[in-house]
């Protein structure tokens, strides 16, 4: 039985260890839904609720009227308004590796940024893009607008 136990406790902390795991597992949960909001994966589009993960490439995109709140890993909040189409481009949080990267790209819509631990300890990692924008900053939160 110990050895049992011994080897499952090995395969766990390989697993939480392992980069691959870390870079497979989800970046961040949507943690409210008003209305209809969609993710999108890959080719394959499906309804977002509380609870749903979202990994590097998504995108979430909210219907005319719709809200959708996101945490991302490092505590990030993002909240989308209606008509938004955001693309998770990358996100890395390893504080023990002293990694950091999140990027984001806005194509429409509003949203209200308020940074986690990566804009506190990397502020020149956290990017968020969009084709015309404006931007209202206030320390670590902000409100932009995408057309």
């Not at 395969?11 to 961040?28: I, Q, R």
């Not at 909001?37 to 995109?61: F, H, K, M, P, W």
């Not at 005319?64 to 990358?90: E, K, N, Q």
Request: with cysteine; net charge positive.
């Amino acid at each position: 039985m110990s050895k049992l136990l011994a080897l499952l406790a090995a395969v766990w902390l390989a697993c939480c260890m392992s980069p691959s795991a870390a870079s497979e597992s989800h970046v961040g949960l949507v943690k409210g839904v008003s209305g209809q909001v969609s993710v999108v994966q890959a080719n394959a589009t499906r309804a977002a609720e509380a609870g749903t993960q979202l990994r590097v490439s998504d995108r979430i995109v909210t219907a005319p009227g719709a809200t959708a709140s996101i945490v991302f890993r490092d505590g990030t909040m993002l909240t989308l308004g209606g008509g938004a189409d955001v693309h998770v481009r990358d996100y890395v949080f390893e504080p023990k590796a002293n990694r950091y990267a999140f990027s984001l790209y806005m194509g429409q819509g509003a949203a209200i940024y308020e940074s986690g631990k990566i804009g506190r300890l990397a502020p020149e990692s956290v990017k968020v893009e969009t084709p015309q924008a404006t931007v209202g900053v206030r320390g670590t939160r902000f409100l932009i607008e995408a057309q």
